[in-house]
């Protein structure tokens, strides 16, 4: 089972092409000037199945990737690994973002199953989000200078031409409305994830 704060399929702000995006909850970092700060709390938001996140992303043929956002992937290392093997199976690529560091990931202190995740991915964005290094650049794909992307799949290496300073909107038949990517200093709100 996962803990998601949200889910939205063809994003192209978040990574190479058109993409599904998963939002986890659970944060520890609460770093200044963080994108999604609704998505520090570990407490229960939408519990889904491991199933149910890879049908959700397969159903939609445009999507040729999953990018794990958060919150901090890396605290549910075990679930987001099914999911990412199985759409891998299917042809997909895997990315994510962390706050942690690649060496914190590959230590002894990294979180349970973070290995595991790093061998499925193809693209690692790594580094806490730093306000004062913040990049205001609609060529960068990192939002602070500290990050750094991590292709660990060369077929993916002319692949890095999303920009981190780009806004999304996506609008629901319900009416309802989810803003992703970093919204710089737009004045377009706090958050780079899902916004009721």
Known sequence: MLNIM???????VNGP???????????????PGCFNPASWPFEANQIVSVDEVVERILADPENEGVTFSGGEPFWQAPALTMV??????????????SGFTLGQLQGAQAPPGAQQLLGQLDILVDGPFVESLAIHDPMSPVSS????VRVFNPALQDRINWASDQVEVHIFKDGSRLVTGYHGQLGLGDGAGPNP
Not at 17 to 31: I, S, T
């Open 145 to 148: 200078r500290n990050q750094r």
């Open 17 to 31: 092409g058109k993409r599904a995006v998963v939002w986890v909850q659970g944060c520890l970092r609460e770093c």
């Open 6 to 12: 949200g889910y939205v399929n063809r994003s192209e």
């Open 84 to 97: 990412a093997r199985q759409v891998k199976a299917a042809g997909l690529n895997t990315m994510s973002f």
